[in-house]
């Protein structure tokens, strides 16, 4: 006889993953988070397969059921739904305090898991972290941004630093900082703050979720800090290389940050924008004809309508 689940967490941290077409980096990250998690915090693994080909699947499938562990959990999505969509899908299956958003071209330098989970206990006001970012090379990214806004885009990220005080995304920091976003390539939510603003929004299929629901949450006086000590290593971009060509990925990012800035902003806000990049695509296209697809997008307003994500097909 089934019991029936109880509403209480049985989990520490859930942690989700989302695998597209690139397996082969999804094993990797599994076997880094096994092999750097050694505290005695309970993890429950969610791996979502956002509807790879069937070669793929088969592939991480095969490796999940060798590795026979109750932590690590495999679904599998017949549509693609984007980044946002595929960890909504995994969170529908956690059941823990804390939910751990990772990136699958992603590997742990050190027990982040750990680390996050310590200071999330200690920082009330705190509603998700990020950690420090190095790259292949093993030299530090940068691992946090400001709020995606029009002076952002029109001026600079430099500029916003120095007329608003916003801290510098390039310094080294050695204790925690709060900060308008953290890198969505690896996000670790307080379980109840992320469940009370309705998680990522799914009408995006890819790019500035992140920058959307921090800025959600510090409206709810939730906040985002940004921690030095843990660390991971990021390949940058490995499933969402195969999403298209490299203009279609332009489109897509300014297609998502638009809908996001008039989502938080408002009307005016996006029209001006749009405006000024009109002028500044149209030049752009005069020098370098491949960007006409991008300034024909923005021409007509970036429509979530023509998005990569109404393109994706039903699997059988």
Do not use: W
Request: proline share 3%.
């Amino acid at each position: 006889m089934n019991k029936t689940p109880t509403k209480k967490h049985r989990y520490d941290v859930a942690i989700i993953i989302v695998n597209y077409n690139s397996s082969e980096y999804t094993i990797q990250c599994i076997e880094r988070v096994l092999e750097k998690s050694k505290s005695p915090l309970s993890l429950q693994i969610i791996i979502v397969d956002n509807a790879s080909e069937e070669k793929d699947f088969t592939f991480l499938q095969n490796f999940i059921f060798k590795l026979n562990s109750e932590k690590v959990i495999l679904h599998r999505s017949r549509i693609n739904t984007g980044f946002g969509g595929g960890n909504m899908y995994g969170v529908q299956q956690a059941n823990a305090e804390y939910y751990l958003f990772l990136n699958n071209d992603t590997l742990l330098m050190n027990d982040a898991v750990s680390y996050c989970h310590d200071f999330m206990e200690k920082t009330e006001d705190a509603a998700v972290c990020g950690a420090q970012i190095y790259n292949e090379y093993h030299k530090k990214e940068v691992s946090f941004d400001h709020f995606t806004s029009f002076a952002r885009e029109v001026f600079g990220k430099k500029a916003i630093e120095s007329l608003l005080s916003k801290p510098d995304r390039r310094k080294t920091y050695t204790n925690p900082i709060a900060v308008d976003y953290v890198n969505g390539s690896f996000m670790f939510f307080r379980a109840s703050d992320f469940n009370a603003v309705g998680g990522f929004d799914t009408n995006i299929f890819l790019y500035f979720e992140e920058s959307d629901i921090c800025h959600r949450l510090r409206k709810n006086g939730r906040y985002t800090y940004f921690l030095p000590t843990p660390s991971y290593l990021h390949y940058q971009g490995k499933s969402i290389d195969k999403t298209g060509i490299p203009i279609a990925t332009k489109i897509e990012l300014k297609t998502s940050m638009f809908y996001v800035i008039r989502k938080n902003y408002g009307y005016l806000h996006y029209q001006l924008l749009r405006l000024f990049f009109v002028f500044r695509y149209g030049l752009t296209t005069l020098i370098k004809p491949k960007y006409a697809p991008l300034f024909h997008r923005i021409l007509i307003g970036l429509p979530l309508g023509k998005s990569l994500k109404q393109k994706q097909q039903i699997r059988d």
